[in-house]
């Protein structure tokens, strides 16, 4: 995957063979690229120029043939390479496969094209566009402000991770990839899964060795051991300054190794032999020496190394028939490895997908199940009522007939009651009398003081038969 420093040859690249060339024409973007946007630009005549900051490209197009004209037209694109993303320049009958966007020179025989090629389709481009807000400063060209920005914002929730994720965050670690985090904690010597805001607390605001390579005053034989934040500055300057081809700036799938045997033999720890490698958090394998650190990802797993490409040069005439074969087969190592490497962002989208599909499924039945629970107490309510209703009216009718009984009951036992009563004598009839009242007065008086004397005192009681004795 294109890191800082390819992006920067890639800058340097695409200037050196645009510095002494016109293009001219419109810019023609792949039907396959359906993803990125088409490019309003039809001059007769432009010039190409190109500036890096991190894993950013911007290309500049300038109209017209002169560059000390002014008031003329430009136009920025800004281009981020994805996983395969490079710059050809080649002849237009030799366009490569994967060319998504094309810019064609003029008054040149034969026709040339640059070409921005993707055969992975991850790369992605803006018309107009400005370096991301997302992503920090370069640490390589804006080192000051790189270093400040990360001492200074060491609260983040950013820095909560193991150091070997935090450096892949290109918010501070902008340009850091995978084979450069492992290079540079190598040097340093810190364990990848310790905690970046522990690792990173200890280093100064100022860099001493900054300052010493900076001053001319300071001599030569004073040395300032270099901190992690400023490796990061180092190492990435190492690749672009490296002698013949240096990293090659070529990832096409049929490259010769003779492209990156100086890369390969700067690397100290990147896939080397000896050293040990542990999948992050992120499914990205981390390259290392000693102990991974406090921070290790529970079920952490190491993948096995794979065996490198054979050389074009190197193969025999004997195997020249098999040379065919062999490359495929080479592809398909290398269709693995793409696999592999996107396999976490495959798994994503995917599990994204099933997700959607499970959700509507399960909202689908929930609402049959509703609708037929919804029905059945449709169905089974107005029984539910009936009954209710009719059970209700059985009750009061039973309850009224059991009022009904009881009154008629207890008027036939008072009936009874009544006959039953020995009959008093006739008196009245035989003897009438002209006024009665006053008499039945005095007896009943007297009968209620009788009857009420046992309520009262003994005294009370003596004077009041005193009293009716009197009388």
Avoid at 109 to 130: A, C, H, I, K, Q
Avoid at 368 to 383: G, I, L, S
Wanted: glycine share 6%; charged share 35%; net charge positive.
């Amino acid at each position: 995957m294109p890191e800082g420093p390819e992006i920067y040859l890639a800058s340097r690249f695409i200037n050196l063979i645009s510095k002494s060339r016109i293009y001219g024409g419109q810019v023609v973007k792949s039907e396959v690229s359906t993803k990125n946007p088409d490019v309003p630009w039809a001059a007769k005549y432009y010039r190409v120029t190109a500036t890096a900051r991190g894993k950013e490209l911007k290309v500049t197009l300038h109209e017209g043939r002169d560059e000390e004209k002014k008031n003329r037209s430009t136009l920025d694109i800004l281009i981020r390479f994805g996983m395969s993303g490079s710059f050809k320049f080649t002849q237009v009958d030799e366009t490569p496969k994967h060319a998504h966007l094309r810019f064609y020179t003029i008054e040149e025989d034969p026709p040339m094209v640059l070409s921005f090629v993707d055969y992975r389709r991850f790369g992605r481009w803006e018309v107009n566009g400005t370096w991301g807000s997302d992503r920090g400063p370069d640490p390589m060209w804006e080192y000051p402000s790189f270093r400040e920005n990360i001492l200074t914002n060491l609260k983040s929730a950013a820095f909560n991770k193991p150091i070997c994720e935090a450096m892949l965050n290109q918010k501070f670690f902008n340009g850091i990839g995978n084979y450069l985090r492992a290079e540079i904690l190598y040097r340093c010597g810190i364990a990848p899964f310790d905690e970046a805001r522990e690792v990173l607390s200890e280093i100064k605001p100022f860099s001493k060795w900054h300052e010493s390579t900076l001053s001319p005053k300071t001599p030569t034989s004073v040395k300032c051991e270099p901190d992690i934040l400023d490796l990061c500055h180092i190492v990435p300057k190492e690749v672009i300054n490296l002698e013949g081809k240096g990293k090659g700036y070529n990832v096409d799938l049929d490259a010769d190794e003779d492209d990156y045997k100086a890369f390969k033999e700067w690397l100290q720890c990147y896939y080397q032999d000896g050293m040990k490698n542990m999948v992050d958090h992120n499914g990205r394998t981390m390259w290392f020496s000693g102990k991974p650190g406090k921070m290790v990802p529970r079920d952490a797993a190491s993948r096995g190394k794979k065996q490198g490409k054979k050389n074009k040069k190197g193969v025999d005439e004997e195997d020249a028939a098999n040379h065919g074969s062999s490359r495929k087969r080479v592809k398909k190592e290398d269709e693995d490895e793409i696999k592999t490497e996107d396999m976490k962002q495959l798994k994503e989208e995917l599990k994204e997908d099933m997700q959607k599909q499970v959700k509507k499924e399960v909202k689908r039945e929930i609402k049959k199940e509703v609708k037929e629970k919804v029905k059945k107490e449709v169905k089974e309510e107005p029984k539910k009522g009936r009954a209710r209703k009719n059970s209700r009216k059985s009750m009061d009718v039973k309850e009224n007939s059991a009022v009904k009984t009881s009154i008629t009951l207890s008027n036939k036992l008072a009936q009874k009651l009544k006959d039953n009563k020995p009959k008093r004598a006739n008196n009245r009839e035989k003897n009438p009398v002209k006024s009665t009242k006053t008499p039945k007065a005095k007896v009943t008086k007297k009968v209620k003081d009788i009857n009420s004397v046992h309520r009262e005192s003994p005294v009370r009681r003596s004077k009041r038969i005193g009293s009716v004795v009197e009388n």
